[in-house]
């Protein structure tokens, strides 16, 4: 079992900045996988950043590359999403979560994730 807490969210203007983080606790050890994902509304889950634990590989979607950047401090058990240079069409919850994944095209792909933290709003409005 494991439990994911976010936090960090809040209301920016276009071009502001954020860090979320993400408290994890429990069995993550058995999975190589932490990944953040936001959800607008009723649109589908999206992949933003994931981070491959046991080498610290990063993955990111186009939509974010060179603004956001995904990091973990295993030692305090925190993953945190720094996000800059924040756009109107960055507006979702923003959930982390934890799994398994094997090849690099499933980084960002929902169902490889099993356990979900409960969401953090990131409004970004002028």
């Known amino acids: 079992q494991v439990h994911l807490v976010e936090s960090g969210g809040g209301s920016v203007q276009p071009g502001g900045s954020l860090t979320l983080s993400c408290r994890y606790s429990g069995d993550t050890v058995r999975y190589n996988a932490m990944a953040w994902f936001r959800q607008d509304g009723g649109k589908e889950r999206e992949g933003v950043a994931a981070i491959y634990t046991p080498r610290g590989t990063t993955y990111y979607a186009d939509s974010v590359k060179g603004r956001f950047t995904i990091s973990r401090d295993a030692a305090e058990n925190v993953l945190y999403l720094t996000m800059n240079d924040l756009q109107l069409d960055d507006t979702a919850m923003y959930y982390c979560?934890?799994?398994?994944?094997?090849?690099?095209?499933?980084?960002?792909?929902?169902?490889?994730?099993?356990?979900w933290g409960q969401g953090v709003q990131v409004t970004v409005s002028s």
């Open positions: 979560a934890t799994g398994t994944f094997w090849t690099p095209p499933q980084a960002l792909n929902a169902p490889r994730y099993l356990y």
